[in-house]
């Protein structure tokens, strides 16, 4: 049975930092192109960050908003997804959701339930 359970989300000011995590069952994670979405309310899901499988070198992209900000990585080992945000502005307020995607096979693509972030003061 495929799972993917974010946790680490929750309430933070603005400029602080949290570290979001994403734990991959039932499925072979280093085949996988693994992303973070997010979806603020009223708002499209949108693609936050992207880290390409081992095999093609483990490469990361990140939208415009959150570059030199935010920072994806994958531990294969762990079967583990990570989102490191710093200097979080109230613009990140959303519900964060961990993807995978197989990059040859279109149809396998699961997602998480989303953690919930708030930036505030």
């Known amino acids: 049975q495929v799972q993917l359970v974010e946790s680490g989300g929750g309430l933070v000011q603005p400029g602080g930092s949290l570290r979001l995590s994403c734990a991959a069952s039932g499925f072979t994670f280093s085949s996988y192109v693994m992303r973070w979405f997010r979806q603020a309310p009223g708002k499209e899901r949108e693609l936050v960050a992207a880290?390409?499988?081992?095999?093609?070198?483990?490469?990361?992209n990140y939208v415009d908003s959150v570059k030199g900000r935010f920072t994806i990585s994958r531990d294969n080992a762990k079967k583990t997804l990570y989102l490191q945000m710093n200097s979080l502005k109230p613009e990140d307020t959303a519900v964060y959701y961990c993807?995978?995607?197989?990059?040859?096979?279109?149809?396998?693509?699961?997602w998480g339930r989303g953690t919930q972030v708030t930036v505030s003061s």
């Open positions: 880290v390409s499988t081992p095999a093609v070198g483990g490469s990361t």
């Open positions: 993807n995978a995607h197989h990059p040859a096979a279109v149809r396998y693509d699961y």
